[in-house]
C-alpha cells in the first residue's frame, strides 16, 4: 500500500532533508496535515523565500540578503582583524559572544583531500584577494578543531604568514563546564600543552 | 546579531515541526539554501498540496486524496471485517503486512482522561455507527499498547460486544526477533498469559 499522492511527496521532500529518514518524514508529514492551512502557506512561502532572496555576501561569502552583507557594510566595525570560518552558522555563533568586533570571512568548507576538495574550492583565494588590501592587519583562524580544519588553518597559515600579516588560531583546551575526567585525550594534551601561568 | 530575515522565518517554520530544535531547524534551513531552487519549489508545492489536497474518508476517516478512499472503496476487500486502529500511519504499517484484507477504523486519537479526551473527541461514535449495518462481524481493536490505547480497547470492547459482534484485540507478546533478556517486565508477563501449546 502507497499513501495517497500529496502525502507521498511530502514525505519525500522531507526525506531530502539532512538527518530526517522515512520515520520521521512521516511524522512530520501528518503533522503538517494537521497544521492550519495558512500555517503551511507561511512555512512554503518561508522556504522558497529563504531560497530566492539569500545570497552570499562578495566580500566575506556570509549567507545576506543584502551585498555588501550588513556587517561588511558596518562602519563601526574593526576592519583590521578578519575571523575565518567554514561555515556561515559559525558567523552566528561568533556574533552571540558579544565581544568579537572584527570582519568575517566564511570559506564554505574545509579542505579535504579525501573528499577532492582543495583550497581552490573553498574561498581560500577570496581570503588571499582579500588581505591584498592594506588594511587587514590580523587574521583569526577559526575554522573546526577537526583534521580537516587544522589542515585549512595550516594551510592558510602557510600562505599568510610570509606576507607580514598576524595568523592566529583558537585556542584548544577543556571547554568551560565541562568534566576533565570525560576529556578525550586529544583535547587534554592540547589543554596541556596550552597551559598558562596563573 | 540575528540571521537574515528570509532566513530567521524559515528556521522559525521549520522549529515549529515536532522535535525539530532551533540547532536542527537552522542546519535545515542551511541546507534549503543549498539546495537547486526548483527542489525547494516542489517541496514547497508538495506542502501546500498535502494540506489542501487531502482529508478524511468519510466511512474509514483514513486520510486520503479521494472520498471514500480507495480501501473503502476496494471491491475485493473483505467488508466484513474492521481494523480499529489510533493513527492514519497505523494503515500503512498494517497494509505493509500484506495479510489483512479487511476494511479499516481510524479512531484520530485514544481515549485519555488525563488529557480530557474522551470517546466522543475521537471517532468512537462514528464505528458504533458504522456497526449498525449488518454487513460488520468482526472488530480488530489494534489501538497501541499503551494504557490510553488499552483503556480505549476495554471501552469499545464493552460497547460493542453486547451487539453481538465478535471484538478482538492484537496480542500481546514479545516481538520477534526481540532478546528475552532486554523484554519489559509487563511484557514478558503478557508474553506468559498468551503462551499457546505447541
Known sequence: MQYPQPIAKLI????RLPGIGPKTASRLAFHVIDMKEDDV???????????????????CHNITDTDPCYICNDSH???????????????IAVEKMREYTGLYHVLHGAI???DGIGPEDIKVPELIKRLQ?????EVIIATNPTIEGEATAMYMSRLIKPTGIKVTRLAHGLP????????????LSKAI??????
Open 12 to 15: 519525500e521532500g522531507f526525506t
Open 41 to 59: 502557506l507561511e512555512f512554503a512561502k518561508a522556504l522558497v523565500h529563504a531560497k530566492r532572496d539569500l545570497t552570499y555576501c562578495s566580500q
Open 77 to 91: 566595525r574593526d576592519k583590521s582583524v578578519v575571523c575565518v570560518l567554514q561555515e556561515s552558522r559559525d558567523v
Open 112 to 114: 579535504s583531500p579525501m
Open 133 to 137: 588590501d592594506d588594511t587587514i592587519q
Open 176 to 187: 568551560v563546564g565541562g568534566d576533565l575526567e570525560y576529556a578525550d585525550e586529544v583535547t
Open 193 to 198: 600543552e596550552g597551559r598558562r601561568e596563573l
